[in-house]
């Protein structure tokens, strides 16, 4: 028995070597690269357990909300929006040509979230009451009460669209069926429940109407982070497929460099709508709280670098890539959109936060806030890297039936 | 009333930098930190909100306030003393707060708010009209509809009846969405506590207010009177405790009474949909640190909207994407059983398309 679970440990952990040869294939540079960063960060975290934000953090009352909040659950959640994207295009639409990148969407947005909320374990005082949340103390007229039941629901949901892959891999065909089954379900209330709260994390600065600036405050918000997000979700794909084709290039036995090219291309033209409905609602929202005169104040400026290069570029770049046929641009303009949703998530969060305050007063995080955040995404990385050498995430599995 | 060039041209450039920067409270410089950041282990919280309930449902439901005339003020700062002193929080001899009102290093330097370890601070701004020093108390505004407490997601923030706004600790997760949402940046917090840190805020002193209004439960501390705290210690009769409604009808009648002293219009009577405190002043409010450009829309109405926005797409969105999702599935079925035979050998050669 002891020999037997030894086995099964060699071969669905260590991918049939032994303890001693895994290890060996684990040490190089990218590896080290990544301890680096997950040492650092845990280093930070127990320093924040132990001192308290005060001392781990550049928070203050003034900034109550800083890097964690601003890049981990903002930025975080919204590039944590394929599962959103695919599986509403994949399931709902019927767009089965782009079936294969739905597991690996949706395993992104399974991490993307899960590492997203352990973050947040660290930005929160006490940490131990979240399940306060849950069932304790419901604060209904709260929109992060929404956000953090959302978040609670969707991770489930993330789970059961992942659980195939997951019980293909343990080699249990009866639980695998069930899960198979369940899963467009939970695709639906997936669309719901992530299009819910990924508006909500907009809508989340709507209290703060004095405290945001004029050009990013709008009745409007939490539309413009759905809108966002739906792009961010598209290009977050096609940036990360275009990695992973690279990196995991040896399970793909069949891989079509055309065809691929052709997938992103259409994933490009997605974007391009997206970003285009996105560009043309911004207009509009400058029109109605007639915000002109504060495009020419430095504000403004930094207004529209986000808007024109990040917006409105990107957009130009999908079209002209549609048209013409050219696969490579598409990939570094994904590259671009995700840098540009970035942008925007942490002006909302941060720089356009409290904007009056002279620039002596305002935040800029810690040295230790930027490790703690790096440490996670490296987490990420290699969580997912894990998964995917192990699981039929970027191909069918050979003795299962694809599922779409 | 004529004003010279120069005082004209300085007035408009102040003006302009004011509407430039958002408010004028705002150009004047704020100070990052101060020892009360670092207080932790405050009590007042939770000790108010254990009396409150114990006893809220016996008490009338009548909002109280108090009255602030700015004009009064001359910032000895022995509210700040008085208000410590009461909630437990760090405090030195009163003689030290009179001290630092003077000398070069004084207090005053700096536009001060309220951290963990202060629920009150006097600022000093001064008036563009002479030149004089005007102070202004600062301390939660006790709002009508309070935005922190819509914006709580676990619920730790109450409205009492006879106005002041109580924090509820023990539930509290530490968020600091509260910070966020108050307009009057109100609410601090613990940041140098690891294991539990807390908001702590100004109670409007709800153990020494209902004293008066109520029998005080047996092991309740009595106060000296059933004043706030800061209301009480005032020598300079800055402040007035009462009814709301009696101090917005004396409010106006200080102003119709004394022509060209007060601007005209009394802050906290609309402003975010009406506060317990309200505040008279000589020159227009943001000058003096109290901002002019929140509303008087109150804050949680922008919350509220959406929150039923929300409800409303996830209620009737839903339907179209069940059923979009059950007609997938019956087709995706039809089309399982007619090719089914034929699944195994397209598998392998669709694996190209598939991988």
Redesign the interface.
């Known amino acids: 028995m002891a020999q037997n679970t030894n086995t099964w440990f060699r071969e669905k952990i260590l991918l049939g070597m032994t303890p001693r040869d895994y290890i060996i294939s684990n040490f190089n540079f990218p590896n080290l690269i990544a301890a680096g960063f997950i040492g650092l960060g845990v280093a930070v975290m127990i320093y924040r357990?132990?001192?308290?934000?005060?001392?781990a953090t550049n928070?203050?009352?003034?900034y109550?909300?800083g890097l964690w909040i601003g890049f981990d659950i903002l930025v975080g959640i919204a590039l944590a929006a394929p599962g959103l994207t695919l599986g509403t295009a994949v399931?709902?639409f019927?767009m089965k040509d782009y079936?294969?990148f739905v597991r690996p969407a949706i395993l992104s947005s399974l991490l993307g979230y899960i590492f997203a909320v352990f973050a947040l374990t660290f930005?929160?005082?006490?940490?131990y009451?979240?399940p306060?949340?849950i069932g304790?103390?419901?604060?209904?007229?709260?929109?992060?009460?929404?956000?953090?039941w959302h978040f609670f629901l969707y991770i489930n949901i993330c789970l059961i669209e992942w659980a195939p892959a997951l019980f293909e891999w343990l080699n249990l065909r009866k639980v695998r069926e069930f899960f198979t089954k369940l899963a467009?379900?939970a695709?639906?209330f997936g669309?719901?429940i992530a299009?819910?709260h990924q508006?909500?994390l907009g809508?989340?600065?709507?209290?703060?109407?004095?405290?945001l600036h004029p050009l990013w405050y709008s009745?409007l918000l939490?539309v413009f982070f759905l809108l966002s997000a739906i792009f961010a979700g598209i290009s977050m794909v096609i940036f990360e497929s275009s990695i992973t084709h690279k990196v995991f290039r040896r399970q793909?036995?069949?891989?079509?460099q055309a065809?691929f090219d052709r997938h992103t291309i259409g994933l490009g033209k997605a974007a391009a709508s997206a970003l285009i409905i996105y560009f043309i609602l911004k207009i509009f929202d400058i029109a109605h709280y007639n915000n002109w005169a504060y495009l020419n104040?430095p504000f403004g400026y930094w207004y529209l670098v986000e808007i024109l290069g990040f917006v409105l570029l990107p957009a130009m770049l999908f079209t002209h890539c549609a048209i013409r046929g050219k696969a490579k641009l598409v990939r570094f303009t994904g590259f671009l959109t995700a840098i540009g949703v970035i942008l925007n998530r942490l002006n909302v969060s941060i720089i356009a936060y409290n904007?009056?305050?002279?620039s002596?007063?305002k935040y800029y995080p810690l040295w230790s806030e930027i490790a703690l955040t790096a440490g996670v995404v490296a987490m990420l990385v290699v969580a997912y890297r894990f998964i995917v050498n192990r699981m039929a995430i970027?191909?069918?599995h050979p003795e299962y039936?694809?599922t779409h | 009333m004529r004003i010279s060039r120069r005082e004209f041209l300085k007035r408009t450039a102040t003006i302009a930098g004011t509407s430039l920067l958002g408010s004028s409270a705002i150009a004047h410089a704020y100070e990052k930190g101060g020892p009360s950041i670092f207080s932790t282990g405050n009590t007042a919280n939770l000790r108010n909100w254990k009396l409150f309930e114990k006893i809220e449902a016996a008490l009338p439901k009548e909002r109280y306030g108090v009255l602030v005339d700015t004009t009064r003020c001359i910032g000895c700062r022995r509210c700040e003393w008085a208000c410590n002193e009461w909630n437990n929080n760090p405090n030195k001899p009163i003689a030290e707060f009179e001290k630092s009102a003077v000398g070069k290093d004084n207090t005053f330097k700096t536009i001060r708010r309220m951290h963990a370890g202060n629920f009150t601070v006097v600022n000093r701004f001064n008036s563009l009209k002479d030149g004089k020093p005007i102070y202004v108390k600062r301390q939660c505004m006790h709002c009508e509809d309070p935005a922190c407490l819509a914006s709580c997601f676990v619920d730790a923030y109450r409205k009492t009846t006879i106005s002041p706004v109580l924090h509820l600790p023990h539930v509290c997760i530490g968020c600091r969405y509260c910070m966020i949402a108050c307009p009057f940046d109100v609410p601090a917090y613990e940041y140098y506590e690891a294991l539990n840190p807390q908001i702590t805020k100004c109670t409007m002193c709800y153990d020494r207010i209902i004293s008066e209004l109520i029998d005080l439960p047996a092991g309740s501390r009595r106060p000296s009177s059933a004043l706030p705290a800061c209301v009480e210690i005032c020598p300079a009769e800055v402040m007035r405790f009462g009814k709301r409604s009696d101090l917005i009808n004396l409010a106006h009648e200080r102003i119709r009474n004394n022509p060209g002293k007060y601007v005209d219009h009394v802050y906290g009577e609309n402003e975010v949909g009406g506060t317990s405190w309200l505040y008279l002043s000589s020159v227009p409010f943001d000058e003096i640190g109290l901002r002019t450009d929140i509303g008087t829309t109150p804050i949680p109405n922008y919350s509220r909207s959406f929150l039923f926005g929300v409800k409303m797409f996830e209620i009737v969105g839903a339907w179209p994407l069940v059923f979009g999702a059950y007609y997938a599935i019956s087709k995706a079925r039809k089309k399982h059983t007619s090719s089914h035979d034929t699944s195994s050998e397209k598998k392998g050669e669709s694996h190209g398309a598939k991988h």
């Open positions: 357990l132990f001192f308290g934000l005060g001392s928070l203050s009352d003034t109550p909300w399931h709902l019927g079936h294969h930005d929160l005082g006490r940490y009451r979240i306060y949340l304790y103390s419901w604060g209904f007229s709260s929109i992060l009460f929404l956000i953090g467009i379900w695709t639906i669309v719901i299009g819910g508006s909500a809508g989340l600065y709507l209290v703060a109407p004095s405290k009745a939490p793909l036995k069949h891989f079509d065809e104040t904007w009056y305050l002279p002596s007063q970027m191909y069918d039936e694809s």
